[in-house]
T-cell receptor, first 116, second 109 residues
Framework: NAGVTQTPKFQVLKTGQSMTLQCAQD?????MSWYRQDPGMGLRLIHY???????DQGEVPNGYNVSRSTTEDFPLRLLSAAPSQTSVYFC???????????????FGEGSRLTVL | GQNIDQPTEMTATEGAIVQINCTYQ??????LFWYQQHAGEAPTFLSY??LDGLEEKGRFSSFLSRSKGYSYLLLKELQMKDSASYLC??????????WGAGTKLIIKP
């Protein structure tokens, strides 16, 4: 199992450009989420999904879009990049119910985004 | 409101014991998590407490007191590889994680 695969690892954008961060998991997890991590702050939830076709907003959703067409994939789209979106982004997944639930979130390796 | 507090930075000596505290106020409570994050890497799961008491896993132990809104992570026999940030997070009534800013632990020889 590859776990959670996140691409790209690094990206530099100019203000106003759009891009998509890809996230895929092969553990058949229902729950997937996107976080951003900024210095001196805790991880902040951007968007999350509890299953294919279902998405919801987290704490800081503005400027980001997501979709969940399959269980495996949960891409994050930046619609018009701004310098305030310079951050490290993490995709995470876990199973949310049943005897397999341990509370553990499985994270991708992270994507470091710089917006100039 | 929802708030998680943990010290910004701690320093300890190799071979010693260190306790990292976390206090929280959240709307609803469905468990408390500790994660380890090495610089430039993703967080990795250490522990999950949903009931009061101490949970031990090798050199790491985690304690929870729900009535006090308090948890700690205890690291014994510190090794240089334990130098990392330790993130405290609670799960609220909507099953969403609320994260503290993390405690950077520096281990000195």
């Amino acid at each position: 199992n590859a776990g959670v695969t996140q691409t790209p690892k690094f990206q530099v954008l100019k203000t106003g450009q759009s891009m998509t961060l890809q996230c895929a998991q092969d553990m058949n997890h229902e729950y997937m989420s996107w976080y951003r991590q900024d210095p001196g702050m805790g991880l902040r939830l951007i968007h999350y999904s509890v299953g294919a076709g279902i998405t919801d907003q987290g704490e800081v959703p503005n400027g980001y879009n997501v979709s969940r067409s399959t269980t495996e994939d949960f891409p994050l789209r930046l619609l018009s990049a701004a310098p305030s979106q310079t951050s490290v982004y993490f995709c995470a997944s876990n199973t949310i119910s049943g005897s397999e639930y341990t509370g553990e979130l499985f994270f991708g390796e992270g994507s470091r985004l710089t917006v100039l | 409101g929802q708030n998680i507090d943990q010290p910004t930075e701690m320093t300890a000596t190799e071979g010693a014991i260190v306790q990292i505290n976390c206090t929280y106020q959240t709307s609803g409570f469905n468990g408390l998590f500790w994660y380890q994050q090495h610089a430039g890497e993703a967080p990795t799961f250490l522990s999950y407490n949903v009931l009061d008491g101490l949970e031990e896993k090798g050199r790491f132990s985690s304690f929870l007191s729900r009535s006090k809104g308090y948890s700690y992570l205890l690291l014994k026999e510190l090794q240089m590889k334990d130098s990392a940030s330790y993130l405290c997070a609670t799960m609220d009534s909507n099953y969403q994680l609320i994260w503290g800013a993390g405690t950077k632990l520096i281990i000195k020889p």
